[in-house]
T-cell receptor, first 113, second 115 residues
Framework: DGGITQSPKYLFRKEGQNVTLSCEQN?????MYWYRQDPGQGLRLIYYSQIVNDFQKGDIAEGYSVSREKKESFPLTVTSAQKNPTAFYLC????????????FGDGTRLSIL | DQQVKQNSPSLSVQEGRISILNCDYT??????FLWYKKYPAEGPTFLISISSIKDKNEDGRFTVFLNKSAKHLSLHIVPSQPGDSAVYFC??????????????FGTGTRLTIIP
């Protein structure tokens, strides 16, 4: 069954630590995305990647980093520079081209200890 | 600047009746619009979409209407079922050389279906 897998579902971080969120897809999609959701708000785009070894900043990239070494994988690192990292993080993927919907994983909830 | 707005935070509808969720946008460059359904602690599930060349798209119980002149779209669910209770997000994007890579989301409407 094809889909997007995010792990772990819950993650706790101490102040000053970097933490990496995993996102894997077996849909053979070219494009992948990271969003952040805060209570009462819509999703906001952090980073996206249209092809392997290339990625672009979204609206709220500060304090985050990504890599895209494989088509299937798009990990997100939340660095200590991110001042308010507690949020629900969602990964998505889509086919390349116009009018292609993005499909989402089930998310990772990150909390600061 | 909220480019995609869902002005109703919540909506309650009797089971079997029609649910109508509304969304307004301000960016005239948007040409692709999507609706997602989300349960707590899960990722959004894609429901239905529409491109700006159309004014209506149907998929089973779900129909999306687009009024470009009013910059307004709506999602109709008929008949509403208890399993439809969830938060619904409207999203929009503007095409580019690569595709519709950046989605802008509304803040969501919580739909509750009353049995």
């Amino acid at each position: 069954d094809g889909g997007i897998t995010q792990s772990p579902k819950y993650l706790f971080r101490k102040e000053g630590q970097n933490v990496t969120l995993s996102c894997e897809q077996n849909l053979n999609h070219d494009a992948m995305y990271w969003y952040r959701q805060d209570p009462g708000q819509g999703l906001r785009l952090i980073y996206y990647s249209q092809i392997v070894n290339d990625f672009q900043k979204g609206d709220i990239a500060e304090g985050y980093s990504v890599s895209r070494e494989k088509k299937e994988s798009f990990p997100l690192t939340v660095t200590s520079a991110q001042k308010n990292p507690t949020a629900f993080y969602l990964c998505a993927s889509s086919r390349q081209g116009l009018y292609q919907p993005q499909h989402f994983g089930d998310g990772t909830r990150l909390s600061i200890l | 600047d909220q480019q995609v707005k869902q002005n109703s935070p919540s909506l309650s509808v009797q089971e079997g009746r029609i649910s109508i969720l509304n969304c307004d946008y301000t960016n005239s460059m948007f040409d692709y619009f999507l609706w997602y359904k989300k349960y707590p602690a899960e990722g959004p599930t894609f429901l239905i979409s529409i491109s700006s060349i159309k004014d209506k798209n149907e998929d089973g119980r779900f129909t999306v209407f687009l009024n470009k002149s009013a910059k307004h779209l709506s999602l109709h669910i008929v008949p509403s079922q208890p399993g439809d209770s969830a938060v619904y997000f409207c999203a929009a994007s503007a095409g580019s050389n690569f595709g519709n890579e950046k989605l802008t989301f509304g803040t969501g409407t919580r739909l509750t279906i009353i049995p």
